[in-house]
């Protein structure tokens, strides 16, 4: 079969050993493109790093760009490459692009955070400029984009009633989680590593005012006042000094002999994790899609999740659906888990059946058809 296109991705951040969302969405997509499309030729561009988790193909080609600075990578050496090997489109997939670059333009909005009201109380350096950057690149590169792809209903219309954009130009595609996360028994090798018990409660969050730690600490506070069992709460990927700040402020000095803070957790030990937690809490303020949301739910692992932005959208009306500025809701439906069995056990089946409307198969599967639009277009006078 003869090459149709030359498309490039930009995966900057693929290489790196500490994954996080945005990372997790590409490589899986290039991943399944891979597999599956063997008519179009692929140059995928990332950035030098311990984890080659892409390798070269007959027909995907990666190529490294070595520049010290985020913004050097993407506003220089990036448009650069993508010329240099000639791509007919380039697919940028982390909410921002070249400004300076004739190259037809695809980008993945993943959401529009960045241009919402700020939470002052952010002290992080890393996501403070990360905001910034956002906040100048994106609104200059819009109107370039052939197209611009978002993950969930909750965001296109978001995207569409904040920044007016022509809907004609977005396209929704839904993310999709690895298959390997399925109920299994978690080796007590790797659960050791992070927490020495079984059964407990399970919540990633991080420094981001969006992911709401502050108000799930509270709720476990008066979970644990209230429960006969007292479940231990697994935080990865938490700064310990953030922490210890938000229980000085509320008074939370009752909690911390229950929190484990194993720190980063990888994905491959991830699953097991999952799989050895009596519940996972996902109550952010606000996610555009929630990848997470399905890797518990496949592993069989009751959620708690917010009622808000799109998480009712991927975890279905029937989810356990919480109030995240509201501790009192997140406690009570974390009591209810561990004094309904039955209730418990529905759970677990729903987010089971849930999860088959999602798969990284799926995903790719649109965006080919995406770039095949944007190509025939780009062939009409």
């Known amino acids: 079969m003869s090459v ?19 990372d997790y969405v590409v490589l899986q997509e290039i991943l399944q493109l891979q597999q599956m499309d063997s008519g179009n030729e692929y140059y995928v561009f990332v950035k030098p790093g311990p984890d080659r988790c892409v390798k070269d193909s007959a027909n995907m080609h990666v190529i490294e760009l070595a520049t010290p600075s985020y913004p050097l990578w993407e506003q220089w050496a990036l448009p ?37 009201p700020r939470d002052k109380n952010n002290k992080s350096l890393y996501q403070n400029m990360g905001w910034l950057y956002r906040r100048l690149v994106v609104p200059r590169i819009l109107p370039r984009c052939r197209r611009i792809i978002t993950v969930s209903n909750f965001e296109l219309e978001n995207i569409i009633g904040k920044l007016k954009i022509d809907r004609r130009r977005m396209k929704m595609i839904y993310n ?12 007590e090798e790797v659960c050791q590593k992070y927490i020495d018990k079984r059964g407990y409660l399970l919540f990633l969050g991080n420094t981001d005012p969006k992911k709401n730690t ?16 007292k479940r231990p709460l697994l935080m990865a990927d938490l700064d310990r000094r953030y922490l210890d ?30 799989n050895g937690a009596f ?46 500025e509201k501790p009192g809701e997140i406690a009570d439906a974390l009591l209810r888990l ?44």
């Not at 991705?9 to 969302?21: C, D, L, T, V």
């Not at 010329?83 to 333009?105: E, W």
């Not at 502050?214 to 006969?228: D, K, P």
């Open 80 to 116: 650069r490459a993508a010329r240099k090997a000639g791509v007919d489109m380039l697919h940028c997939t982390s909410n921002t692009a070249p400004i300076f670059s004739s190259i037809p333009l695809l980008l993945t909005l993943h959401d529009i955070i960045f241009l919402e």
């Open 338 to 381: 561990e004094t309904d069995n039955d209730f418990r056990q529905s759970q677990r089946q729903l987010g089971l059946s849930r999860v088959k409307l999602f798969s990284w198969r799926k995903t790719a599967e649109e965006l080919l058809k995406l770039y095949q639009e944007v190509e025939r277009e780009l062939a009409t006078p």
């Open 279 to 324: 519940a996972f809490l996902y109550t952010s303020l606000r996610e555009s899609f929630g990848i997470p949301l399905l890797e518990a739910m496949a592993c069989g692992v009751p959620v708690v999740t917010s009622n808000t932005s799109s998480m009712p959208e991927i975890a279905g009306k029937d989810a356990i659906l919480v109030d995240p």
């Open 176 to 187: 999709g989680f690895n298959d390997w996360f399925t109920p299994i028994d978690s080796p």
């Open 214 to 229: 502050e108000r799930t600490l509270i709720a476990y506070g008066r979970y644990l006042e209230q429960s006969a069992v």
């Open 4 to 22: 149709v296109m030359k498309i490039g991705i930009e995966a900057q951040r693929i290489f790196r050993n500490n994954k996080h969302g945005m």
């Open 245 to 274: 700040d938000i229980i000085q402020r509320n008074h939370l000095e009752a909690i911390s002999d229950h929190l484990h803070m194993p720190g980063y957790i990888p994905n491959s030990d991830l699953r097991y994790i999952y």
